[in-house]
């Protein structure tokens, strides 16, 4: 699609797009408004100045975090975001029993999958926690591992 085409579509999609009305502002008990609202525009509460629009992520959805993730390892088992030494292997080395990155990384799949097929929910949440802390030969608390 050429540049002169994106912005043709650009332009009918604006052109039969209705405008949104703003939504209300929340309810909030009286201790949390002052702290929020900065003051009011005609009849509506002006809402933390600056701020155009808050995101919530669960789950890696919108954006991309090394946080808590076991999926950033490259072949090696290696974090690509720690250079040598930071990765699962460090990490196993560390807090585990002579485990390696890879039976880190395949505990975890594995223990979720169990507990997948066990669970009669359609979309199951698990605990990263609980899940750690069945991993034998581990030498930390569970929640610390996860």
Known sequence: MT??????????????????????????????????????????????????????????????????????????????????????DALAGAYTDSSSGAELVSFFHQAVREYHAQSGAAYPEISAGEIWGKFPGRKISGEELA
Not at 3 to 20: F, N, W, Y
């Open 3 to 88: 540049s002169a085409e994106k912005q043709r579509c650009i332009a009918l999609i604006r052109e039969q797009s209705l405008p949104l009305d703003p939504l209300p502002p929340p309810a909030l008990p009286p201790r949390f408004a002052g702290r929020i609202f900065s003051g009011t525009a005609g009849n509506a509460a002006v809402a933390m100045p600056g701020i155009r629009a808050v995101l919530f992520d669960l789950y890696g959805t919108l954006f991309c975090s090394a946080a808590g993730d076991i999926g950033l390892e490259d072949s090696g088992g290696t974090a690509n975001r720690g250079g040598p030494g930071r990765g699962l």
